[in-house]
């Protein structure tokens, strides 16, 4: 899912080639993207963009006379933008929006089509779709600490909540609580001064880093590599791939449709995590540290061997 640095490189790419345009037709290639019905499409169509936003993992289009066209990607949802008139691919393509200036195609991979369109009028009614997250770019320690204790949740739990922080998913809050050398279960009421302001600074840097890094990567075109997966990350997606801190196999827990992946020497004392279906499954089999993983594989190897 697009967060907070690739939801910022879509705003800013979007601001400079449609804020001053006029969207002249909004096309559905499948209706049910279309998750409003009051106003409707002809409300909206013909409004000059007065500006582009983003609002927790959504992008705000506003139109002159406080319309708003909200668009949430979810997981597979992607932007493309391309000359005016362009028709969306077949089987991906699920809307295009034409301005004086080009067309903004959005695309979404695989079989659940959860990528989602609202037409909004008022300011009021557009609030409605914030989830209300602290936005972590413009807070102070306090006001960090004061959210992120504000209930008791695993620290990856807090991170990832869009009613506590604003924009922060899977992906980064994996590579947040690398940076902050903290372990993804340990409980939010349970952090140490010296630990919270680490996780407020890493927080900050980890954002502010990979936002600059899009915006070198995108080189002043329109971004078309957002993907939750990158080679430069130090522990999202790369299972067993070494840490680019310490060299430890990075140790991931699947859970659902979500996983946390984390460095078990750089975050939780080389203690492995089990998620639960696992640990009810192996018992006292799933090794409890690294160097008992170590063992483990090294004596599968040599059982292979013989």
């Known amino acids: 899912m697009p967060e907070l640095p690739d939801v910022t490189a879509y705003?800013?790419?979007l601001g400079e080639r449609v804020v001053g345009a006029r969207l002249e037709r909004l096309r559905?290639?499948?209706?049910?993207?279309?998750?409003?019905?009051?106003?409707?499409?002809?409300?909206?169509?013909?409004?000059?963009?007065?500006g582009v936003r983003r609002l927790g993992k959504r992008i705000v289009l506003a139109l002159e006379g406080e319309r708003f066209v909200v668009m949430h990607l979810m997981i597979a949802g992607r932007l493309h933008w391309k000359e005016a008139g362009a028709r969306p691919p077949a089987k991906i393509g699920v809307a295009a929006l034409d301005f004086s200036t080009g067309t903004l195609i959005?695309?979404?991979?695989?079989?659940?089509?959860?990528?989602?369109?609202?037409?909004?009028?008022?300011?009021?009614a557009l609030a409605e779709h914030d989830p209300g997250g602290l936005e972590p770019l413009e807070a102070t320690l306090a006001e960090f600490r004061a959210a992120l204790t504000s209930e008791s949740h695993t620290l990856k739990r807090a991170l990832t909540d869009p009613t506590i922080?604003?924009?922060?998913?899977?992906?980064?809050?994996?590579e947040i609580l690398h940076r902050a050398r903290l372990s993804p279960v340990k409980l939010t009421r349970a952090l140490s001064e010296d630990e919270l302001a680490r996780l407020f600074e890493a927080t900050r840097a980890t954002l502010v880093d990979w936002i600059e890094r899009?915006?070198?990567?995108?080189?002043?075109?329109?971004?078309?590599?957002?993907?939750?997966?990158?080679?430069?990350?130090?522990v999202h997606g790369r299972f067993r791939q070494p840490c680019p801190v310490?060299?430890?196999?990075?140790?991931?827990?699947?859970?659902?449709?979500?996983?946390t992946n984390y460095c078990p020497r750089c975050q939780t004392g080389d203690r492995l995590l089990a998620d639960r279906g696992l640990s009810r499954l192996l018992k006292q089999d799933w090794p409890r540290t690294l160097d008992e993983l170590e063992q483990h594989v090294a004596a599968r190897r040599g059982g292979d061997r013989s």
């Open 11 to 13: 705003v800013e790419a």
């Open 214 to 234: 899009l915006r070198r990567e995108a080189g002043g075109a329109f971004p078309e590599g957002v993907t939750a997966f990158r080679p430069d990350m130090a």
């Open 106 to 124: 959005m695309t979404e991979a695989g079989t659940k089509k959860r990528a989602a369109i609202h037409l909004v009028r008022g300011e009021a």
């Open 28 to 50: 559905l290639a499948t209706p049910f993207v279309l998750r409003s019905v009051d106003p409707p499409l002809s409300d909206v169509v013909g409004r000059v963009v007065s």
């Open 165 to 174: 922080f604003s924009g922060i998913g899977n992906a980064y809050g994996d």
């Open 246 to 259: 310490c060299g430890a196999p990075v140790q991931r827990i699947v859970y659902a449709e979500n996983e």
